[in-house]
Every structure is written in structure tokens, then in C-alpha cells.
């Protein structure tokens, strides 16, 4: 079974930082494609950013050059650099995976991210 467990989240003023991080149980995380959700209340969940097995990244129009994403594979965790938040980035921020053994998509339990104004 593979579990992901987030953390890193809190409260923030505008303009500040935060790094988020998920580890990830199992043993194919080097060879995982790996991203980020958030979901505002009453939105929908969308795609932060990803990042490949081999780095390449992409990411959402809304916090391209403000966030980033990175991989350490031999902590079997990805993070997700928070800078100049907004409060618009408000949302529960949740780790993501299709995992390549088994091909079932897997989710974090999430963290809050509260960007004050």
C-alpha cells in the first residue's frame, strides 16, 4: 500500500513563504511522476505542479515563478516551494501519485495553506 503524508502548511501573511513536503512509502518514488492539488472551498481541485522522474516540471499559469517543485529520491519526497503567496492561493494543498507498480492514482490526507492579506 502506498501512503503519502504531507506537511509544511500553516498560516502566512501575503508576500511570505512556505515549503511544503510529502513523503512517500514504497519503493518506485524515483521512478514516479509527482504532483501538486490544492482545492479552495467551493472549487474544484486543480494541478499546482508536477514533476517527472527525470526532473522535468510544469506548472500552473497562477504560480508560475512563485513556486516550485522538487524531488529528493533518496528521501522519497517531493516539495513544493511556496514564495510571494497571495491569498488566493487559500486552499488545502494535497500530494498526488499514479503509482507506476500498480497503476492506481494515490492522494495525501492534505494541509491547509491560509495566505492572510
Known amino acids: 500500500q502506498v501512503q503519502l503524508v504531507e506537511s509544511g502548511g500553516g498560516l502566512v501573511q501575503a508576500g511570505g513563504s512556505l515549503r511544503l513536503s510529502c513523503v512517500v512509502s514504497g519503493r518506485a518514488f524515483s521512478i514516479s511522476a509527482m504532483g501538486w492539488y490544492r482545492q479552495a472551498p467551493g472549487k474544484q481541485r486543480e494541478l499546482v505542479a508536477r514533476?517527472?522522474?527525470?526532473?522535468?516540471?510544469n506548472y500552473a499559469d497562477s504560480v508560475k515563478g512563485r513556486f516550485t517543485i522538487s524531488r529528493d529520491n533518496a528521501k522519497n519526497t517531493v516539495y513544493l516551494q511556496m514564495n510571494s503567496l497571495k491569498p488566493e492561493d487559500t486552499a488545502v494543498y494535497y500530494c498526488?501519485?499514479?503509482?507506476?507498480?500498480?497503476?492506481?492514482?494515490?492522494w495525501g490526507q492534505g494541509t491547509q495553506v491560509t495566505v492572510s492579506s
Open positions: 498526488n501519485t499514479r503509482w507506476p507498480l500498480d497503476g492506481n492514482e494515490y
Open positions: 514533476i517527472f522522474s527525470g526532473g522535468s516540471t
